[in-house]
T-cell receptor
Framework: DVKVTQSSRYLVKRTGEKVFLECVQDMDHENMFWYRQDPGLGLRLIYFSYDVKMKEKGDIPEGYSVSREKKERFSLILESASTNQTSMYLC????????????FGPGTRLTVT | QKEVEQNSGPLSVPEGAIASLNCTYS??????FFWYRQYSGKSPELIMSIYSNGDKEDGRFTAQLNKASQYVSLLIRDSQPSDSATYLCAVNGGKTSYDKVIFGPGTSLSVIP
């Protein structure tokens, strides 16, 4: 089975802090993604990566950056956390094919106070 | 703007009935279509994928695709209370694996014992 893990299930940070969310997958997938999910807004893509050291902006990249130094690991960075970044953050991975089946991690519920 | 639309629900069906979930998409070049199930407080889980017109069956689940009508549906036969969840329709937005997957807002399903 595909396994995608995220570093924290729940996280509470203060406004202005730098926040790191880590995601690791064990299926040698080329593609990795970061989404946030908010009530009424659905899943929104923040960033994705289709190869090591490669990254592409999604629909809402402002206030975020990413890092992919190894194939299995994709990190999301909030440079200076703000209260409007309080959300559920979901990492996903998929193999490089047109099928594009994504497998999600358990999510990190981030609260910024 | 590429869009994926679903009825938000909630859709309520009695235990043992057939639940029918519908999804329409705007981009005619879409190639791959997915259904995800998301329990409250959990991350999305891939349950069905379909790539060709027609029906695809997997246990109690049947996915139906009609590319001419830009319509994809999910039927759940013999619905169980454990099927109560939000169902997300997702569409691969183009011809290559670098194209984003677009998620619909989800339909909430409640199976009444």
């Amino acid at each position: 089975d595909v396994k995608v893990t995220q570093s924290s299930r729940y996280l509470v940070k203060r406004t202005g802090e730098k926040v790191f969310l880590e995601c690791v997958q064990d299926m040698d997938h080329e593609n990795m993604f970061w989404y946030r999910q908010d009530p009424g807004l659905g899943l929104r893509l923040i960033y994705f990566s289709y190869d090591v050291k490669m990254k592409e902006k999604g629909d809402i990249p402002e206030g975020y950056s990413v890092s992919r130094e190894k194939k299995e690991r994709f990190s999301l960075i909030l440079e200076s956390a703000s209260t409007n970044q309080t959300s559920m953050y979901l990492c996903a991975s998929s193999p490089i094919s047109v099928s594009y089946e994504q497998y999600f991690g358990p999510g990190t519920r981030l609260t910024v106070t | 703007q590429k869009e994926v639309e679903q009825n938000s629900g909630p859709l309520s069906v009695p235990e043992g009935a057939i639940a029918s979930l519908n999804c329409t998409y705007s981009d005619r070049v879409s190639q791959s279509f997915f259904w995800y199930r998301q329990y409250s407080g959990k991350s999305p889980e891939l349950i069905m994928s379909i790539y060709s017109n027609g029906d695809k069956e997997d246990g109690r689940f049947t996915a139906q695709l009609n590319k001419a009508s830009q319509y994809v549906s999910l039927l759940i036969r013999d619905s169980q209370p454990s099927d109560s969840a939000t169902y997300l329709c997702a569409v691969n937005g183009g011809k290559t694996s670098y194209d984003k997957v677009i998620f619909g807002p989800g339909t909430s399903l409640s199976v009444i014992p």
